[in-house]
């Protein structure tokens, strides 16, 4: 099969590689650039774990071919934090509000709270609900994740002051 050189902006820096035009970003990230964080749930774009911010927005990277992606911004949850002995606000709420357990959904939970706070610097509970709403987790029953979105969303804004 042939094969196409890309090029992402991926966490900061640029990365190339060649992908198969059937690709998907998901796999080409994981397998490629070995960015594991990227998990692969469903691979139908319901479950919401292979969330990555694409341009600042949030996007299935399972439904999205690599070749597609060429010269956009992608963030992976590896380009949380800026320090590795430090945590993101969004991490460090999720952990301190117990918004995770198997921890599997987490990094598309991340990423999407990470992208709706920085539309959105103190939004509703209904409104982190309905951002969240794509991302699935079998574990939690979402109380908790709703409650950690509301936290960093007051730590980003103490941040800021």
Sequence with gaps: MTRIPITLHVNGEDRAGEAEPRKLLSDFLRQDLRLTGTHVGCEQGVCGACTVLLDGEPVRSCLLFAVQAEGARIETIESLPSEPTELHPVQQAF???????????????????????????????????????????????????????????????????
């Design 95 to 161: 952990w301190e509000k117990h918004g995770l357990q198997c921890g599997f959904c987490t990094p598309g939970m991340v990423l999407t709270a990470k992208a709706l706070l920085e539309h959105n610097p103190a939004p509703t509970e209904q409104e982190i609900r309905l951002a969240l709403e794509g991302n699935i987790c079998r574990c939690t029953g979402y109380v908790f994740i709703v409650e950690a979105v509301q936290y960093a969303a007051e730590l980003l804004r103490s941040e800021t002051t």
